[in-house]
């Protein structure tokens, strides 16, 4: 395997302890702990946002986490939510009396140790809030929402509800945005290649290796989608394809004002993601949808492997307002 | 060939056009060139810095234009140095009368292109100035200094240069800092893997594919260093071996305030470069050298390639400030 590394067992701490090198003015480790705070907390009284996450999906979500974004995450071993106690530790370390909004994306592990550290936190008379994302259209049916996978529309959570905490609205008004936000957006994702795991160096999705395949509806993880693979289109068809898909499922329309974020993988070259936007774009301006912001990079990955998924998120004018406050994060500063 | 492309003829165009719509705040196309410009210019009289490069790097050079940073950047095809002409034709295209610093990378190609965009704006009177910057220590010793590759150390001259630049410094004054940023920068990379040509579709650097080697002091294309290569270190060792090479060819002492780029290849997982970045941070503190700014990102890339470049320059408080100093472009906020 050539990835750079101490050791498996060391991955994540000598990870951790570059990342807050780096991004020192936004973000500290709490002592003993895999956990990412905001370098200066915010004001007492005000909503923070917490959430866990396995690693091995860098940038996100630790360069996620600063002023007007998340307050803590609590980062696990690679591809593996952390466990309850992890959370909740986290919690009970950043714990001043504020109300605590846990964000959780609806995958089973994190989901499970969610659960377990918000109940021990309630029991500690913390005042915690949770809510639940889900936004990947290719993981359950529309009849079944609530079991869809949460993936790359979180950029639109954590800095919507973010920048609302930022600001001073209470827990009810950050989750009642929250819903607004996630019944408004959806993910769809395309993968194109293998990676590698870091720890173990074995081959990740290795069927799409040396062909001309890719895989419609993949998820971070390879879950789900039954490997239905397709010839690789051109980019103007890649994007008519994904929005047919996306459009199909939620049909914004004439006029709707959405936002757009466009997720590689982890070795989507910069090139590609530009391009791709370019022809998502015209679809969607064909289709006489206005698109209002949007951003495109490697923030939500898995490791180096290369494919997208498109986020939409139709905003009101609050929302948008929202997308656009300020922030300052090492993914993201405004 | 898995890689988003309508056709290998409009690949840059089709990248940046997408490019502008998502920076659309920070920068424009310049109506019927390859070339990206601020989207406000700078006030009259100040100095305006422009580059030009071959495409294929992205987000570089592009993503460095805009407040406090680049003025313009000519777009070439890909790993191809734009024409003289069509350099010549960004330049008119943004000349008002105030001085133009055209910064110029140790290729071939792009020195040639820019002599001759030069010698043609100084012919039609533009008030033009040209500096060249080498900071890769591998392709050249250091008796031919000014013989090396111009490559990640851009990073320096773009944020301190512009910076200056910014505030109103003459191009007198800003050519003198440059020469000192490029005095105190060294770059020295590595190559794990192989990647693909967006336009052909054929394999570069295949020697590296399925197999343990690295390859020590690679260009960005590839270039000049012989294929030794050697096995994957671990990460520490990597960062020892890259640092010890760095303070052979320039002794930064004991107490000399270093400013960190560390520069992925394309792929390299940010798990990886934080990773990296932590043991090199390391092996400088126990030099007693301290690191007063740094970052880790897949900035001057060849598409997919992993490995990575170190890059270092020893500043003073001015040059630390300018670091520091706001700036506006699609890479880099402050």
Redesign the interface.
Known sequence: ???????PET?VT??????V??HSDKVRLIEGTTCVARRIPKEKGKVKLVIGNG??H??AVI?WVGKGMFDLNVVGDVFTAPSGDKIYQGIEAIDDGSPILLMVQNHAGDVLNANYAYSKAKKKGIDIYKVIFYDDIASAPKEFMEDRRGIGGMYFYAKIVGAMAEAGASAEECISMFEAVRDNTRTYGVA??ACTH?ATGMEMFGYLKDN?L?EPGMGVHGEGSGNHCVP?P???E?AEMTGNVLLEDKPYHANDNLLVVVNGA??????????????F?RFLTKKQIN?VG???G?YL?T??L?G?SVSLCSVNQTMLDLWNAPCCCAIL??
């Open positions: 395997m050539k990835k750079i590394s101490n050791a991955l000598d990870e951790l302890q570059g990342f090198k780096l690693a091995g860098e940038p360069g194109f290649s870091p001309d890719i690789m051109k980019a103007a890649l982890g070795s989507t070259t910069c090139m590609e993601m530009n391009i791709f936007y370019n022809e774009e698109v949007g951003c495109a490697n990955t490791q180096e290369a997208l500063t405004k």
